[in-house]
């Protein structure tokens, strides 16, 4: 019996995770402007949306943006919000907390006390992925001049 709870126990695909930070790498840096720098805030347009961002910590390497979507909902549904890690020198994207999630795990046991998936943080990454294809048709314009 132990056996068969071993074998069943999630096991993360390492290169189908790093494909998707790569994947928010490169539409992240389609509307990063160089240069940015800590407490900068800006909005993204597009024709499936409006992003929120705020460089909060730069340093040579990595850079922890903060992505919210902006939702016309009077409060009734949270603003979907994410807090991103960029590693420019490995060029990946990750999502380091969610909503109600500050730290994500790489895998969750299932079932446990907050109903997380298995493969909660890969999910969570896929879904700023969907977040980021804000605007795939048409260019992308940032202006320094929210909040």
Same mark, same amino acid.
């Given at each position: 019996?132990?056996?068969?709870?071993?074998?069943?126990?999630?096991?993360?695909?390492?290169?189908?995770?790093?494909?998707?930070?790569?994947?928010?790498?490169?539409?992240?840096?389609?509307?990063?402007?160089? %240069?940015?720098?800590?407490?900068? &805030?800006?909005? +993204?347009?597009?024709?499936?949306?409006?992003?929120?961002? $705020? @460089? =909060?910590?730069?340093?040579?390497?990595?850079?922890?943006?903060?992505?919210?979507?902006?939702?016309?909902?009077? %409060?009734?549904?949270?603003?979907? &919000?994410?807090? +991103?890690?960029?590693?420019?020198?490995?060029?990946?994207? $990750? @999502? =380091?907390?969610?909503?109600?999630?500050?730290?994500?795990?790489?895998?969750?046991?299932?079932?446990?006390?907050?109903?997380?998936?298995?493969?909660? &943080?890969?999910? +969570?990454?896929?879904?700023?992925?969907?977040?980021?294809?804000?605007?795939?048709?048409?260019?992308?314009?940032?202006?320094?001049?929210?909040?």
């Amino acid at each position: 019996m132990a056996r068969t709870a071993l074998k069943d126990r999630y096991q993360p695909n390492v290169n189908q995770f790093l494909a998707l930070c790569g994947r928010n790498y490169a539409l992240i840096q389609r509307w990063l402007p160089d %240069g940015c720098a800590l407490g900068d &805030k800006w909005q +993204v347009n597009g024709s499936f949306g409006c992003l929120d961002v $705020e @460089v =909060l910590e730069n340093t040579p390497y990595t850079q922890l943006v903060s992505i919210a979507r902006t939702v016309d909902t009077q %409060g009734i549904v949270p603003v979907p &919000k994410v807090t +991103v890690r960029v590693y420019h020198d490995a060029q990946l994207a $990750e @999502v =380091l907390s969610s909503q109600q999630i500050f730290r994500l795990q790489a895998v969750y046991d299932y079932p446990n006390l907050r109903m997380h998936h298995p493969d909660e &943080k890969y999910q +969570v990454n896929a879904f700023l992925e969907e977040l980021l294809k804000i605007d795939c048709h048409t260019s992308l314009s940032a202006s320094h001049s929210f909040g």
